[in-house]
Protein backbone atom coordinates (compact mmCIF):
# COMPACT_ATOMS: atom_id res chain seq x y z
CA UNK A 1 0.00 0.00 0.00
CA UNK A 2 1.38 3.65 -1.01
CA UNK A 3 1.70 6.18 1.29
CA UNK A 4 2.18 10.41 0.74
CA UNK A 5 5.46 10.93 1.94
CA UNK A 6 5.73 14.93 3.23
CA UNK A 7 9.23 16.22 3.03
CA UNK A 8 10.35 19.38 4.82
CA UNK A 9 14.16 21.30 4.80
CA UNK A 10 14.91 24.09 6.37
CA UNK A 11 17.84 26.57 6.76
CA UNK A 12 17.73 28.96 10.10
CA UNK A 13 18.07 32.43 9.78
CA UNK A 14 20.63 32.12 12.93
CA UNK A 15 22.35 29.47 14.73
CA UNK A 16 19.78 28.46 17.11
CA UNK A 17 20.40 28.13 20.64
CA UNK A 18 19.79 24.77 22.35
CA UNK A 19 16.80 26.51 23.94
CA UNK A 20 15.28 27.57 19.99
CA UNK A 21 15.94 23.66 19.03
CA UNK A 22 14.21 22.07 21.98
CA UNK A 23 11.15 24.78 21.69
CA UNK A 24 11.26 23.55 17.66
CA UNK A 25 11.86 19.90 18.23
CA UNK A 26 8.62 19.89 21.28
CA UNK A 27 6.63 21.28 18.67
CA UNK A 28 7.15 19.21 15.92
CA UNK A 29 6.59 16.25 18.42
CA UNK A 30 3.49 17.73 19.95
CA UNK A 31 1.90 18.20 16.50
CA UNK A 32 2.63 14.22 15.84
CA UNK A 33 1.23 13.45 18.90
CA UNK A 34 -1.78 15.51 18.07
CA UNK A 35 -2.35 15.07 14.28
CA UNK A 36 -4.52 11.70 14.23
CA UNK A 37 -3.06 11.79 10.42
CA UNK A 38 0.30 11.22 10.84
CA UNK A 39 1.64 8.00 10.36
CA UNK A 40 5.17 8.67 10.79
CA UNK A 41 6.97 11.14 11.32
CA UNK A 42 10.92 11.71 12.04
CA UNK A 43 13.07 15.21 12.02
CA UNK A 44 16.25 16.47 13.34
CA UNK A 45 19.26 18.74 12.61
CA UNK A 46 21.08 18.04 9.85
CA UNK A 47 24.21 15.64 10.37
CA UNK A 48 26.87 17.96 8.99
CA UNK A 49 28.46 15.43 6.72
CA UNK A 50 28.94 17.41 3.53
CA UNK A 51 28.29 20.91 3.04
CA UNK A 52 25.68 22.37 0.93
CA UNK A 53 23.38 20.86 3.27
CA UNK A 54 19.76 22.49 4.97
CA UNK A 55 19.71 22.55 8.78
CA UNK A 56 16.71 20.56 9.74
CA UNK A 57 14.83 18.07 7.97
CA UNK A 58 10.66 16.83 8.79
CA UNK A 59 9.60 13.82 7.07
CA UNK A 60 6.01 12.88 7.82
CA UNK A 61 4.19 9.87 6.23
CA UNK A 62 0.17 9.76 5.67
CA UNK A 63 -2.30 7.54 3.72
CA UNK A 64 -2.97 9.99 1.08
CA UNK A 65 -3.85 13.61 0.63
CA UNK A 66 -6.59 14.25 2.59
CA UNK A 67 -4.23 12.90 5.67
CA UNK A 68 -1.75 15.32 4.45
CA UNK A 69 -4.54 18.52 4.41
CA UNK A 70 -5.89 17.86 7.53
CA UNK A 71 -2.29 17.73 9.18
CA UNK A 72 -2.00 20.73 7.63
CA UNK A 73 -4.80 22.72 8.63
CA UNK A 74 -4.25 21.81 12.32
CA UNK A 75 -3.67 23.94 15.09
CA UNK A 76 -0.71 22.35 16.50
CA UNK A 77 0.64 22.82 12.72
CA UNK A 78 -0.44 26.41 13.10
CA UNK A 79 1.34 26.72 16.44
CA UNK A 80 4.80 25.28 14.50
CA UNK A 81 4.14 27.84 11.68
CA UNK A 82 4.32 30.49 13.62
CA UNK A 83 7.22 29.34 15.84
CA UNK A 84 9.34 28.59 12.67
CA UNK A 85 8.62 31.92 11.11
CA UNK A 86 10.89 33.99 13.12
CA UNK A 87 13.71 31.52 12.71
CA UNK A 88 13.64 30.12 9.47
CA UNK A 89 15.73 31.64 6.67
CA UNK A 90 13.98 29.45 3.50
CA UNK A 91 12.43 25.67 3.22
CA UNK A 92 12.00 22.94 0.82
CA UNK A 93 8.56 20.92 0.77
CA UNK A 94 7.86 18.07 -1.53
CA UNK A 95 5.25 15.06 -1.51
CA UNK A 96 5.16 12.01 -3.15
CA UNK A 97 4.08 8.58 -3.15
CA UNK A 98 5.64 5.70 -1.79
CA UNK A 99 5.13 1.72 -1.36
CA UNK A 100 5.76 0.23 1.58
CA UNK A 101 9.58 0.20 2.48
CA UNK A 102 9.71 -2.68 4.33
CA UNK A 103 8.09 -4.89 1.62
CA UNK A 104 10.66 -4.26 -0.80
CA UNK A 105 13.75 -6.31 -0.26
CA UNK A 106 17.39 -4.52 -1.07
CA UNK A 107 18.74 -4.96 -4.80
Not at 33 to 62: K, P
Request: negative net charge; aromatic residues 8%.
Amino acid sequence: MAVLRHVLLMNWAHPLSPAELADVQAAIDQLADQAESVRALSHGADAGLRDGRYDYALVVDFDDGDGWAAYSAHPAHEKLRQLLEPIKKDTCVTQFYVEDAHNHPRR
